[in-house]
Nanobody, 124 residues
Framework: VTLMESGGGLVQAGASLRLSCAIH????????MGWFRQAPGKEREFVVV????????IYADSVKGRFTISRNNAKDTMFLQMNSLGPEDTAIYYC??????????????????WGQGTQVTVSS
């Protein structure tokens, strides 16, 4: 499976962005997928992870109520709707796919497949 993110950009605080993750290839082995982000000088952190089987999602506390994960009916694109963005959301955003049942830990090392990332910059 290959993943490709898009939709990042430079926005002002309070704005919204919608990120997309195009999914190509065989997906029947995927247990979960997620959005992660990495700010300069920091480790990659989970934003939201979702069960590939039943769409159960787990959000990081920092984005609850502001970000929403979804996917299209064909299950070949995953989205991240981000509202009320703040400078603290500035990071490179990655989508990841996990064949591990431990995808719901939100640990990046449980995810074997990654896109190249898309930059989100929020100015104050």
């Amino acid at each position: 499976v290959t993943l490709m993110e898009s939709g990042g950009g430079l926005v002002q605080a309070g704005a919204s962005l919608r990120l997309s993750c195009a999914i190509h290839g065989r997906t029947n082995f995927i247990q979960g997928m997620g959005w992660f982000r990495q700010a300069p000088g920091k480790e990659r952190e989970f934003v939201v992870v979702v069960s590939w089987r039943d769409d159960t999602a787990i959000y990081a506390d920092s984005v609850k109520g502001r970000f929403t994960i979804s996917r299209n009916n064909a299950k070949d694109t995953m989205f991240l709707q981000m509202n009320s963005l703040g400078p603290e959301d500035t990071a490179i955003y990655y989508c990841g796919a996990a064949s591990s049942f431990r995808y719901d830990t939100g640990r990046p090392d449980e995810y074997a497949y990654w896109g190249q990332g898309t930059q989100v910059t929020v100015s104050s």
